[in-house]
T-cell receptor
């Protein structure tokens, strides 16, 4: 069964460094998302991406964050100048249809900022 | 903006039925979804309601009333493996899905 894959599964970085989290969505999906979950808390929407551009972003998704679909398969989240409070699990998700579609989540990338 | 409210915690016994309620406020609304998340895992889709009424999938059912901005997830014949967090989520404009804070379900033997 097709699945969303994310790398790395865990990344440890120093405060102020840049990290790139990578995702390979399911191949025939058209809508891509990044979510964040701080341990024990809610799944927070960061950004949605469709047709090679951001369709919606949350107030969390400020200039520190950027997304890219550099080729036909990868979808990346870049976090610049990381802060301690960026420590969280970052989930990538994809869906084939924009409305009513089931979100398929990857297993997540755990980011630890020291 | 969007906000969702659901109970933080529910406890039930194996074999019982449990209902998890969700109320929402949103500026744009396409539908209400439910996701399950086990500790350390990713959210997995359970159901979607775009129209009023009940959707049934095996032991799980979900209900939506758009006029009341209310929905619920009904879990029947509870099993120990159902112990997890359950999130309601609203889909609004911009193809985004916003999650509630989650309800932690504890199933006791």
């Amino acid at each position: 069964e097709p699945e969303v894959t994310q790398t790395p599964s865990h990344q440890v970085t120093q405060m102020g460094q840049e990290v790139i989290l990578r995702c390979v969505p399911i191949s025939n999906h058209l809508y891509f998302y990044w979510y964040r979950q701080i341990l024990g808390q809610k799944v927070e929407f960061l950004v949605s991406f469709y047709n090679n551009e951001i369709s919606e972003k949350s107030e969390i998704f400020d200039d520190q964050f950027s997304v890219e679909r550099p080729d036909g398969s990868n979808f990346t989240l870049k976090i610049r100048s990381t802060k301690l409070e960026d420590s969280a699990m970052y989930f990538c998700a994809s869906t084939r249809q924009g409305v009513g579609g089931e979100l398929f989540f990857g297993e997540g990338s755990r980011l630890t900022v020291l | 903006g969007q906000s969702l409210e659901q109970p933080s915690e529910v406890t039930a016994v194996e074999g019982a039925i449990v209902q998890i309620n969700c109320t929402y406020q949103t500026s744009g609304f396409y539908g209400l979804s439910w996701y399950q998340q086990h500790d350390g895992g990713a959210p997995t889709f359970l159901s979607y309601n775009g129209l009023d009424g009940l959707e049934e999938t095996g032991r799980f059912s979900s209900f939506l009333s758009r006029s009341d901005s209310y929905g619920y997830l009904l879990l029947q014949e509870l099993q120990m493996k159902d112990s997890a967090s359950y999130f309601c989520a609203v889909q609004g404009g911009g193809f985004k899905t916003i999650f509630g804070a989650g309800t932690r379900l504890f199933v006791k033997a």
